[in-house]
Every structure is written in C-alpha cells, then in structure tokens.
C-alpha cells in the first residue's frame, strides 16, 4: 500500500523545505523583530516595584506625591502588577527571591506572609540598614501591625504601608425601618454581642422582607482560618494557639487549643447561623440568619450580594467599606461597626482574647536584599512613611494610615466615605490580631479552613471536626518544628 | 453483492406483509426500520453525530455569551445572553495588551516547533533506520522524560536560567555562569523542547521505519554524501510527519501551562504568553470575566486556524504513518 | 537525482564530510541523536539529576538554606510507609480519605477520564470516518477543543459550575447529581475536573482512532458486507482488531498525561480540593519543603513507569505503533 504521497503536494523536496525555512525564518524574525523593538529597557535610576493593580494604575500620582514627601525627582518607579491572588503571589516572590533574582527591588508583601520570608533571609534588615528609621517606624506603626514585619529579636525588616481589618458592615436604613436605633446606641464603637447582632439580623431581615440577613466568607480558603473563623473564634475568648503570645511560635514548643470549649461554641454558632435546626445549635444566637451559599464565598461573591441591596449584615475589609459607602451605592446608610463579642474580655478562657476583635490584614513593603538599586529603594521606603502620602493613599486608594494618630487628624476625618467611619476603624485595628504565621501556617490553615467549613455545612458535628482537626494540627506542628528535619 | 442482499430482505418481507395492515403506525414504523435497516442506522448516526457536535460545541457557544454579556450583569450567564455588549472584543485589547501576548504565545510557538522539528527529524532518522547497540534503551529513556511533571524540572531549570547556576572559574577571577534567560522566550523555549520531543520524535521514528529500505545506498551510489542521502532524499519523503508532528508540537506549545507561568514575571514585553495574558483580566475586586472570555475566544482563533488548514494533513499524516503494522 | 559518477564526488567532499562517511552506522546514528542527546543532556537530564539529589536531603524550613543534611532514601521511605503525611500540604497516600489524598486521587482521575476520552473518542472517531456532507467541518468542530488552551479550558469549566456566574449549578444540584457548593466538595470538584478533561482529550482520542480507522483498507469491508456480516459484526470483527492498535497507543500517551494532571486542577478547582501528585509536588515546592518535594516527583515517576510498563508488556502482543 503507499505510503508518503509522493506526487499530490508537488515537489516534496521544495515543499517540505520550504516549510521549515518558513517555520524557522518567522520563529527567528518574531524574535529579532522583537528584540528590536525595545522590550521594555528601563532606565538606570528606575526602581522595580513588585505591586498589584491599585498601585499600578495610580502610578503617576503616586510618585509624584512622593516626590513631595522628599523622593528625589530623578527616581523613577516601575510596577510589576502580579497576580491578583495572594497565595500566587507569594510563591512568585519566593521563587523570584530564592533565585536571587535582583529585580524587582522592592516587594509589596501581604502581612500574613511576611514572616516566612524574614525566617529565610529573603528580605532585608531595615534595622541594620536605617536603624533610626526603624526605631520610629516601629514606635511609630500600630503594636499589632508592625509585629509581622519583625524577626524573632526585634529587628524590623521593611515598612508598614496599610493595614486591613475585618469589620461588619450593615445597612442603617433596614436595621431603623425594623426598629432600631444603631446612632444612638452608638453601634460603631460600642460592639453588640453575637447574641443581640443575630437578634437584629433576623428581624431586620423578617420585617424588611430582605433575601439575606449576614453575609460573610466561609470557602474553604486561607481567608477562613486567617480571618473570618479567627474573630468567630477570638471573639468568644478562644485561639488556635492558646495565648496570645504563641501567636508566632515556638512551633511545637505550644499548645493547641481547637478543641477547647470557646473553639466549639463559636463553631456552633455559625453552624447555627446557617441552620437553626441543626443538631448541635447554638441556644444562645438566632439561627437561620445566613444562607448555606456562605460556604462557597470568598470576599467578592459575598460583598455583592449586600452591594446589589440584597443582605442586611456583611463581614468585609475595609475596601467593601469604600464600595458600599460611595454615594452611588448606600452613602451614608452604610453603617459600620466592631465584629460582635461572645464573651467579655476579663472571661475569655485565652490570654489577649475575647471581647470584640478582628483579624488584622494588610501589607508592607520589603526590600530585596539582592537589589543594587539598595540606596534609592531605601529612599523610596522613607518617603513612603511620611504622614501626608500615608494620607493621601487613604483618600486616593482607602488604605487605612497604618499610625494611629492619623486617624484623629482633621485631614482624615474629610476624606469622603472613609473619613464618616475613622472611629470604627481605628478601633478595629486596635483591637485586631494577627494571624499566626510561622512555617507550618501555611499547612495548618489549609486543615483549618477545611474543617471550619465541613463543621458550619453540618459534616460531622463541630466537636468532633475540632477533634480531628486538634491531631492534626499537632502532626504539623511536630513535622515542623526546628529541631526536626535530620538535624537542619 | 447488494443484490443479494435485496433478495434477502424481500423475503423476509413478503412473509410477514398480511401482518401490515394490523399495526398502527408506530409498529408500522418499527417494522419498516427492522426491514430497512439502513433507515435505523442512518437516523441513529445523525443523532449521535449532532448530540457530539453540540456537546463539543456547547462550551464555545457559552464563552461566546459570557463574552456579550455587559459586566454589570455576569450572573446565571445562560443560554441566551444577558444583555448584548461586542464591545468586548474591543476593550481587551485596551484594558491589556492581549496582542502582545498573543503574539509571544505564537512566535514561543513557532520557535519551539522549528527546534523540535529539526532535533527529532534527525533522531527520527536515526531511529527508524538503524540498528545500533543502545536503540531501545534510549528509545525508552527518551520516553521516560515524559513520565515526570513538568514540577520535576521546574527548580533546577529556573535556576539555570536565572544565571544562578556557575560551570566553572576562568583564572581571571570571573566566573562562567548559565545565561539570563528569565523573562525571555529561551526560558519557554527550551524546556518545550524537552517536552515535547518525546511525542515528535516516536512520530518520526514510525514515519522514517517505513520508507522503503535501500533508497540510501541507491542515493550513495549515485554520489551522495550521507547526509546530502538524507536531506534530498529520504527527509522530503516524511513530510506529512512532519508536518503532523509541527501541528502538534505548536498546538501543544500554545496549550501549556506550567512553565508558561513560571518563567516570566507576567507582563507582555517580557515575554508572557496567553497565559498571563488572562490572568492580568483580573481587576482590582473583581475579574472581567467577559473580557476573559473574549480574550479566550481571540486566542483560539490562530489555533483554530491551524486545525481548520491541517486538520486534513494531521488525519493523513497519521494514517500514512501506519498506526498499524 | 545525479547522474555523475560516483567517485568524482566523492573526492571532492571536505574533510569533515569526509569524516561522516567514514562513519560506521552505529557511529552515524549518534551522531545524529547528538543534538537531541545535548538537548535532553541540558534541559531534562540535568534538571532532573539534579531534582533527585534534592530528594537525598532532608527538608529545611528556617534559615537561608535550602536543603539540609544528606538522609539518602529516608525520604522516600517515609514518603511511602505515610510517615511523611504530616509534612505534605495532602497525604500522599491516605486509604481512610481517598478523595483528598493524592495517589487514590490521581488514579482515580486517570481511570475515569482515560476510560471515558476513549469510549467517546471513538464513538466521535467511528463518525466522523463515514461519508456525509460536511464532513470537513464536524471533523474541525470536534478536534478543536483539543486545540484549546488549558488555561481557557479550565476558565470554562470553572465559571460553568460557578454558582453565580454559570447555570449548571442549579439544574445538576436537582437532579442530585452535584451539591449546591461543588467547589467546597471533592467529589464534585473531582467530577467536574474530569468532564473538563474529557471534554477536550476526548478530540485527541478522535483523532488518533480516526486516523487509525481511515487507514483500514475498505475492500474490507466490502467483503464483510458481502458475506452477510451485521454492521456489529462488521466491527467486532474487522474494525476493532485493525484499530486497537492506535486506540492503545493513544490511550497510553493520555494515561502519562492524566497522571500528570496540574494546570487543570489549578484552573477548574484548586490543588487543596482535588490534589493531584504533581499537585502535591507543586504545593510542597511552594511550602518550601524542596526535598519532600522532589521525592513525590520521581515516586510519581516511578508510578507512571510502572502504569507504561504494564501497558507494553500486557499489549506488546497486539502489534502495536511502530518503533518499538
């Protein structure tokens, strides 16, 4: 039988040379042409920035106001938006930074995993660098804040530039129109208890005929265990951790504590906000306040639905605040006030704990130690923690000052939407916690969110779900401690 | 041939014919079918054919409503869009230089192609005409490379093209270290090829094994150097391989994923391909999902192309290369 | 072609060309395998000699270093008997949970997704071989998704089952097929991972078995018909036996694939839902653990060698794609 078709094509010689010279002469042209066209050179005095989109499309603005803070006028900055996604984000620095790639010189690092970088020496030392900007920094900065951006005896290792915390948002105008008073009672600083917040929720929701009562994030993801189930949790006087100081280590060397009681309760209650009837429903809250749907939301899915009107209460970071708060949207009937407490303060069964607490976000900015734009990015750090761009980043971008006092000043209280909920905000902030980042975190708050979330869908009953997830938090614990690994 | 079996069936039917007239037309049908039995096939096959054709259609179409669909209203993105807003097609290229990505994915492509197709027509030659000591080990090494995820590569690969890997110290005090390739299209390139010679090069080998044996010395005898043999004689004779094994390897180029994402920092002038190219859709809160969908419609269309054009040589290119004995 | 005589060439060839001819075969064959060898030798072997002595070391999670002390097979070992478990962001190997542990995960996926490209590949093959109007056309509809990239085609999928953007949440969860979360589930991140992979594998399949059906010589199946064969007879008895080589060749190239599954799951699901092993190799890279890492990338290795391995043996017999 033939086989090569000799005859059909042509000359098969000419034709099959033919197409590889024109296979290989475009694949070479491309890439000559390309070459010729400039990709991308950038100038001797530019800094690379590693950001994301905020940053990137206000570039020009930005450095001009950082010229005004005192940058020289012949730095010039460069962003490299990456991926919208935290997590990809840090497994992009990471490698960048493992390869000791020299640009880009500056990193913006989300606070929740600053840490495993300063443990590796992947990031500069500030305090070694600019030791009397480091000391004002760390004075300067929100206790809580700065603590993720120090090593183990204190040094700082880059500058705070925002921080976020969680916060509940909710609409004045359903919660008056079912009967409450939220100005007077005075909602945004004084926190309600999970108890009256649920209370609310469901009338507000019966009597304004409103599709959902709290909306709040409960995927599987990093931002249940960071955050959302963090406040659940803290708020009524438990931890992962025990302590507060355990927070950040020593790995294996202290308690774990998910199978305590306050861990269980709160774990309840939301089970018992999703369904009221559930087996192991919280007596003390309203059931049947959020829907089942929470279980696959993450920020965005959650916001929209109280954006789009539909939802009484929202738990969110301060960009929904921006969102929601805009004229477009609610404007001055978006309320905002502390996350709701279980149990008081002095009852909490862990030290640091209880009362009404959030989880504390944010980023910073760290410096490539590999750079040899070192001087000028350290420039560019300093300029970055004068007082009026941090103010001029939270009027142009919402991002919270990370100083405290900058919350009393007269220019924040102007700033249009953010400056109507300055109070509640600085409270938060103040009453915030960090989520407890050392090596084994990453782990760990995979097991975490997995088993907040089969307890609030009803698989297994929370205590047992605390259970496993107790053992296995040990197992991780263990396999990371710092004595372990064939002797380091 | 067909008249015995017309014979055949007029048998049958005339037996059964007085039975006709009691059946409704249902049965009428049914009995129709089992006496005609082409009639059965012919409607089941356009059935099986359309229900294929939709279900590999489907998700194109649905991309092609997602893209019209207006941000405001990306919910419930059914069957009939929510809305009508080609505009879209337009703002991708605005919001993001998708054609720049666009661009790099096609030129990595067709660069990795070019490689691949040289080094394995050569090792394909190789293979499929001779016997040496070590052909089947090597065969099987080769295809090995494939058993690993690309992960495997991943590490060492980028540091290698970080020009973090040193060879050796040259007296002067300098040191001779691997090129910068990250963020460049050798990054991609070069690990492509790896991967993807083990697939063109099994392909080669079968096309090359089954050129007759003897033109090689009858071309020497008539004065060729080995490798003039080679070229002017037996490489135009696998053609359609080769050609079968371009398609692929650019196909497979422009479909990957892993060191696409790896080996540059994701924006268009440093060589990022379609890969990047969708992600950077993701916004500030919340992704352009119908920018995303158009972007994906626009980035089809070259391959698409591809396939329509060579989809005719692919099918014979494999026929002729005896996926049989 | 030349007529000249022979040798005059000859004499004329430079000396390296000289130095070609006088080449044994063997000789000659390496030397056209060098740029190919050179190549691998570069961006494959190297690497991966390199990725196996990062599995001899132990795992280093403080410090700037990488890599810690020489352990040889330790981490195979304890990778293999579960030990290492703890330390990986999944199990590797967990019978008491198989959706979420990444060996029962992948064969799984490749079981499922291998059986099921193949049953509609050919069904979609076996059409597309006949004779009908617009064939040109249905041919290029069904191969293109097999033209897709991964990254649209995961972006397909994964806005279809999303609950708020796509519409096949609702309908499925009715029929009781998925739940009302599939992403917060396994088991329906599993589903939908395998439909989006069969959905575009299955054009390959298509495509390899149609070659393999358009090279049957059709006087067979005249002589089928003519004996009074049914069309099933027809293909149990000719079709199949002609075919299966191609469909086995083609079934072991998407079995070495399927077991490698990544960019899909990153981009349907998430590799902590449905993680796969080069998921777990991946993750683990990122976690920092580069030697626990590199082990569950050659034990992955292993495993598909041991997959390939019982295809060529237990169907070495069936004449299989030439080469070998």
């Known amino acids: 039988m033939p086989r090569a078709d000799h005859g059909s094509t042509g000359s098969p010689t000419a034709s099959r040379r033919r197409v590889l010279r024109t296979v290989g002469a475009t694949g070479a042209a491309g890439i000559g042409l390309a070459g010729c066209v400039g990709r991308g050179e950038t100038g001797p005095r530019t800094v690379e920035v590693a950001a994301n989109t905020d940053v990137k499309d206000n570039l020009d603005e930005i450095q001009s106001k950082l010229y005004e803070a005192g940058l020289s006028q012949d730095i010039e900055l460069d962003v490299i938006a990456g991926s919208a996604s935290t997590g990809a984000r840090k497994q992009q620095y990471n490698r960048w930074l493992s390869a000791n790639l020299e640009t880009p010189s500056l990193f913006m690092m989300d606070s929740g995993w600053t840490i495993p970088f300063i443990v590796r020496d992947q990031v500069a030392n500030i305090s070694e660098l600019r030791p009397k900007l480091a000391k004002d920094v760390q004075e300067g900065v929100f206790d809580t804040f700065v603590q993720s951006l120090?090593?183990?005896?204190?040094?700082?290792?880059?500058?705070?530039?925002?921080?976020?915390?969680?916060?509940?948002?909710?609409?004045?105008?359903?919660?008056?129109?079912?009967?409450?008073?939220?100005?007077?009672?005075?909602?945004?600083?004084?926190?309600?208890?999970?108890?009256?917040?649920?209370?609310?929720?469901?009338?507000?929701?019966?009597?304004t005929d409103t599709q959902y009562g709290y909306t709040f994030q409960a995927d599987a993801y990093e931002g249940l265990s960071c955050c959302d189930f963090k406040e659940f949790t803290a708020t009524w006087g438990g931890s992962y951790f025990g302590a507060r100081e355990n927070l950040f280590g020593p790995v294996n060397d202290r308690p774990v504590t998910v199978d305590s009681e306050p861990v269980v309760k709160a774990t309840r209650m939301v089970r018992t906000f999703i369904d009221g009837d559930a087996s192991n429903a919280l007596d003390s809250v309203t059931g049947d306040i959020s829907p089942r749907a929470v279980l696959q939301w993450s920020e965005e899915p959650s916001r929209k639905p109280f954006s789009n009107g539909n939802a009484v209460m929202h738990r969110n970071w301060p960009y929904a605040v921006a969102i929601n708060g805009a004229e477009d949207v609610f404007g001055e009937e978006l309320g905002l006030m502390p996350i709701p407490y279980g149990v008081k303060e002095e009852d909490a069964k862990f030290d640091g704990y209880g009362g009404s607490m959030s989880s504390l976000g944010g980023w910073h900015i760290c410096l490539n130690p590999n750079s040899p734009n070192q001087e000028m990015a350290l420039e560019i750090m300093e300029a970055m923690t004068d007082e009026d761009f941090q103010l001029f980043l939270f009027e142009k971008l919402g991002w919270l000052p990370p100083r405290p006092e900058l919350f009393e000043s007269d220019r924040a209280k102007e700033v249009p939407v953010m400056g109507r909920y300055l109070k509640t905000l600085k409270q938060t902030v103040e009453n915030s916690v960090p989520r407890p980042v050392t090596v084994a975190w990453p782990q760990q708050s995979t097991k975490i969110a997995q088993k907040a979330n089969a307890s609030f869908g009803g698989e297994a009953s929370p205590k047992q779900n605390m259970k496993t997830l107790q053992q296995q938090l040990e197992r991780i614990e263990e396999a990371s401690a710092r004595e372990t690994e064939g002797g380091q | 041939m067909a008249a015995s079996q017309e014979t055949r069936e007029t048998e049958t039917t005339r037996g059964t014919g007085d039975e006709e007239e009691h059946r409704n037309v249902v049965q009428?049908?049914?009995?129709?079918?089992?006496?005609?039995?082409?009639?059965?096939?012919?409607?089941?096959?356009?059935?099986?054919?359309?229900?294929?054709?939709?279900?590999?259609?489907?998700?194109?179409?649905?991309?092609?409503?997602?893209?019209?669909?207006?941000?405001?209203?990306?919910?419930?993105?059914?069957?009939?869009?929510?809305?009508?807003?080609?505009?879209?097609?337009?703002?991708?290229?605005?919001?993001?230089?998708?054609?720049?990505?666009?661009?790099?994915?096609?030129?990595?492509?067709?660069?990795?192609?070019?490689?691949?197709?040289?080094?394995?027509?050569?090792?394909?030659?190789a293979f499929g005409r001779f016997e040496f000591p070590g052909r089947t080990p090597l065969m099987l090494i080769f295809l090995a490379i494939s058993y690993f995820p690309p992960a495997a590569f991943l590490l060492p690969l980028f540091r290698l093209f970080t020009a973090n890997v040193t060879f050796f110290s040259l007296p002067g005090g300098t040191t001779v270290t691997s090129p910068m390739l990250f963020n460049g299209p050798g990054a991609m390139a070069l690990p492509y090829t790896a991967l993807f010679l083990p697939l063109s090069i099994f392909i080669l080998t079968t096309f090359y094994s089954q050129i007759p044996d003897g033109l090689e010395d009858a071309a020497r005898v008539e004065g060729n150097?080995?490798?003039?043999?080679?070229?002017?004689?037996?490489m135009p004779l696998s053609a359609p391989g080769v050609a079968t094994a371009g398609v692929l390897t650019f196909i497979a180029v422009y479909n990957e994923y892993f060191f696409a994402f790896l080996m540059t920092d994701g924006r268009a002038q440093n060589w990022s391909t379609i890969v990047w190219g969708l992600l950077s859709y993701q916004g500030r809160f919340e992704t352009s999902y119908n920018l995303m969908a158009a972007a994906s419609l626009l980035g089809v269309i070259p391959i698409a192309i591809l396939v329509v054009v060579a989809q005719e040589k692919i099918v014979s290119g494999l026929t002729a290369g005896g996926l049989k004995e | 072609m030349s007529t000249d005589t022979g040798s005059g060439r000859s004499l004329s060839l430079g000396s390296p060309m000289r130095w070609i001819e006088d080449l044994s075969d063997a000789q000659f064959a390496y030397l056209l395998l060098a740029p190919g060898l050179i190549v691998f030798g570069v961006v494959a072997f190297w690497p991966l000699f390199r990725t196996f002595t990062m599995s001899l070391h132990a795992d280093v999670l403080y410090g700037p270093e990488r890599l810690g002390a020489f352990v040889g097979l330790q981490n195979y070992v304890e990778l293999l008997t579960g030990q290492r478990n703890a330390a990986l962001p999944r199990p590797f190997l967990d019978l008491s949970e198989p959706l979420t542990s990444a060996v029962t995960v992948t064969i799984i996926f490749t079981v499922v997704s291998v059986f099921f490209e193949t049953l509609l590949g050919f069904g979609q093959a076996l059409v597309l071989d006949q004779?009908?109007?617009?064939?040109?056309?249905?041919?290029?509809?069904?191969?293109?998704?097999?033209?897709?990239?991964?990254?649209?085609?995961?972006?397909?999928?994964?806005?279809?089952?999303?609950?708020?953007?796509?519409?096949?949440?609702?309908?499925l969860h009715q029929?009781?097929?998925?739940?009302?979360?599939?992403?917060?589930?396994?088991?329906?991140?599993?589903?939908?991972?395998?439909?989006?992979?069969?959905?575009?594998?299955?054009?390959?399949?298509?495509?390899?078995?149609?070659?393999?059906?358009?090279?049957?010589?059709?006087?067979?199946?005249?002589?089928?018909?003519?004996?009074?064969?049914?069309k099933f007879e027809r293909f149990r008895t000719i079709t199949l036996p002609l075919v299966l080589p191609s469909v086995l060749v083609a079934m072991l190239f998407r079995t070495i694939g399927a077991m490698r599954v990544y960019g899909l799951i990153d981009t349907v699901s998430s590799c902590s839902t449905v993680p796969s092993l080069s998921c777990l190799v991946v993750q683990s890279f990122s976690a920092s653990r580069y030697a626990s890492a590199a082990t569950v990338a050659f034990v992955t290795a292993g495993l598909i060698a041991i997959v390939v391995s019982v295809y060529i043996i237990k169907f070495a017999d069936v004449d299989g794609g030439g080469g070998f």
């Open chain 2, 28 to 125: 009428r049908w049914a009995s129709g079918s089992m006496n005609n039995p082409n009639r059965t096939y012919r409607a089941l096959f356009y059935i099986v054919a359309i229900s294929f054709l939709v279900t590999t259609l489907f998700p194109f179409y649905w991309l092609l409503m997602l893209a019209l669909t207006p941000s405001a209203k990306l919910t419930d993105v059914g069957l009939l869009p929510n809305g009508f807003n080609p505009e879209a097609f337009l703002t991708v290229f605005t919001k993001v230089p998708f054609h720049v990505y666009m661009f790099n994915s096609i030129v990595i492509g067709l660069f990795t192609t070019a490689l691949v197709l040289v080094i394995a027509s050569l090792a394909g030659y």
């Open chain 2, 225 to 234: 150097s080995r490798l003039g043999a080679l070229f002017k004689i037996i």
């Open chain 3, 131 to 171: 004779d009908f109007t617009g064939r040109r056309w249905a041919r290029v509809a069904i191969i293109l998704p097999w033209a897709v990239p991964i990254v649209i085609q995961g972006m397909i999928f994964y806005l279809l089952f999303q609950p708020t953007v796509g519409f096949l949440v609702e309908p």
């Open chain 1, 150 to 207: 120090e090593s183990r005896n204190g040094d700082l290792y880059g500058i705070p530039l925002f921080p976020t915390t969680g916060s509940m948002l909710y609409r004045k105008d359903l919660v008056k129109e079912a009967g409450y008073a939220p100005d007077e009672e005075g909602w945004a600083t004084s926190p309600l208890s999970w108890k009256k917040f649920s209370e609310v929720t469901k009338k507000t929701r019966e009597k």
């Open chain 3, 175 to 230: 029929l009781g097929l998925i739940s009302a979360t599939p992403q917060a589930s396994s088991f329906d991140s599993l589903l939908i991972v395998i439909v989006a992979d069969v959905w575009k594998t299955s054009a390959f399949m298509a495509l390899i078995i149609l070659a393999g059906l358009q090279s049957i010589d059709r006087s067979l199946y005249d002589v089928a018909d003519v004996s009074g064969a049914s």
